[in-house]
């Protein structure tokens, strides 16, 4: 299966260095440029960065022409997944933001998943043992995460 990624995806699971789950889990990671440079920010020293640019089995791919509805309700990274998933289907989008997981989902018809359920995959996969300890340290670098959405995810991995 692809998958097409978001930047917020990228920055928690390379911040902590695990962003190879994408790997273990998808055939295809595919990141649109748009959402690359947003990772990249001001250099190297942005959370995830460093991971992502080692990451050669990261496909980094031109940003598809962007539909005027979307500028206008999603941020232009976002906006870049739900184009390049559309025209890879049956890829799933990678995005966290619950905005835009509703566009893509609902009015793009989209299969969409977020880091929670790629950490909730590799528990059930056998490659991590434990989604808490993931969260933890994904909360721990600053990327939120509600207290709701945790709860859920743990439930899922089976240790809510």
Same mark, same amino acid.
Request: zero cysteines.
């Given at each position: 299966?692809?998958?097409?990624?978001?930047?917020?995806?990228?920055?928690?699971?390379?911040?902590? %260095?695990?962003?190879?789950? @994408?790997?273990? @889990?998808? !055939?295809?990671?595919?990141?649109? &440029?748009?959402?690359?440079?947003? =990772?990249?920010?001001?250099? !190297?020293?942005?959370?995830?960065?460093?991971?992502?640019?080692?990451?050669?089995?990261?496909?980094?791919?031109? =940003?598809?022409?962007? &539909?005027?509805?979307?500028?206008?309700?999603?941020?232009?990274?976002?906006?870049?997944?739900?184009?390049?998933?559309?025209? %890879?289907?049956?890829?799933?989008? @990678?995005?966290?933001? !619950?905005?835009?997981?509703?566009?893509?989902?609902?009015?793009? /018809?989209?299969?969409?998943? /977020?880091? /929670?359920?790629?950490?909730?995959?590799?528990?059930?996969?056998?490659?991590?043992? !434990?989604?808490?300890?993931? @969260?933890?340290?994904?909360?721990?670098?600053?990327?939120?995460?509600?207290?709701?959405?945790?709860?859920?995810?743990?439930?899922?991995?089976?240790? /809510?």
């Amino acid at each position: 299966m692809t998958v097409v990624s978001n930047a917020g995806p990228l920055i928690a699971l390379g911040g902590i %260095h695990r962003l190879g789950l @994408l790997r273990t @889990l998808f !055939s295809r990671v595919l990141v649109p &440029e748009l959402v690359a440079r947003e =990772v990249f920010g001001s250099g !190297s020293h942005r959370l995830g960065a460093a991971e992502l640019q080692q990451a050669d089995w990261v496909e980094v791919v031109p =940003v598809p022409a962007i &539909e005027p509805l979307l500028t206008t309700t999603l941020g232009p990274g976002e906006a870049a997944v739900v184009m390049l998933a559309r025209q %890879h289907v049956p890829a799933l989008a @990678l995005i966290d933001e !619950s905005k835009a997981r509703r566009v893509a989902r609902d009015v793009y /018809g989209l299969a969409v998943i /977020g880091t /929670g359920r790629v950490l909730v995959e590799a528990k059930r996969a056998g490659v991590l043992s !434990s989604v808490t300890d993931v @969260l933890n340290s994904i909360r721990g670098n600053g990327y939120w995460l509600s207290d709701r959405i945790v709860a859920e995810i743990l439930a899922q991995a089976g240790e /809510g």
